[in-house]
């Protein structure tokens, strides 16, 4: 079973819909992220987190939330969603491996559509 | 001008070229540099980091920093259709969560 898995994997919604994307992880990391993906623009951080009670804004962060259930859960939404939020999302995961760098695990992604 | 540059290719090579691949970036205070490999519908994967300046080898991938030049690069010797995918660099001030992300080149490597 993949260690960070995603849910959906596809979606397709109208504006001003609230959606949410959810991640889960068996790798027993502390640290989580959500990020998207543009063509051209890499990937950006939207939110993240060291534990359950630590949440942070990333970079683009305007017009979503986010929610740390356990653990191993952390979910992104949409409030009312728009045109330009059409991307794909990726969770992440990380903690601090044996060498002292915190490599990130990406989940497999979700192709989010607005129209 | 954003904060990493990556040429987006494509980049299409005949099976047992090198690939070579590079990112320039703008912020001197970054430490540690990545690269990381996304296949088609999949999410990214690390494939190697460095940190500070140097280079570093692992099997046909070799990484090279250069910071006086801001200027990264990863190398695929003996290249196999199955490198045929994106690379990211991405790179960070510190051991800690902020990744600064390219844009990604899309490499084909031809049977």
């Known amino acids: 079973d993949a260690d960070v898995t995603q849910t959906p994997r596809n979606r397709i919604t109208k504006t001003g819909k609230r959606i949410m994307l959810e991640c889960s992880q068996t790798k027993g990391h502390d640290r989580m992220y959500w990020y998207r993906q543009d063509p051209g623009l890499g990937l950006r951080l939207i939110y993240y987190s060291f534990d359950v009670k630590d949440i942070n804004k990333g970079e683009i962060s305007d017009g979503y939330s986010v929610s740390r259930q356990a653990q191993a859960k952390f979910s992104l939404s949409l409030e009312s969603a728009i045109p330009n939020q059409t991307a794909l999302y990726f969770c992440?995961?990380?903690?601090?491996?044996?060498?002292?760098?915190?490599?990130?695990?990406f989940g497999p992604g979700t192709r989010l559509t607005v129209t | 001008q954003k904060e990493v540059e990556q040429d987006p290719g494509p980049l299409s090579v005949p099976e047992g070229a090198i690939v070579s691949l590079n990112c320039t970036y703008s912020?001197?205070?970054?430490?540690?540099f990545m690269w990381y490999r996304q296949y088609s519908r999949k999410g990214p994967e690390l494939l190697m980091y460095?940190?500070?300046?140097g280079n570093k080898e692992d099997g046909r991938f070799t990484a090279q920093v250069d910071k006086s030049s801001k200027y990264i690069s990863l190398f695929i010797r003996d290249s196999q259709p199955s490198d045929s995918a994106t690379y990211l660099c991405?790179?960070?001030?510190?051991?800690?969560?902020?990744?600064?992300f390219g844009a990604g080149t899309t490499v084909t490597v031809r049977a």
């Open positions: 912020n001197s205070a970054f430490q540690y």
């Open positions: 991405a790179m960070s001030f510190s051991n800690d969560y902020k990744l600064s």
């Open positions: 992440a995961t990380s903690d601090r491996g044996t060498s002292g760098f915190y490599e990130q695990y």
């Open positions: 460095t940190y500070s300046s």
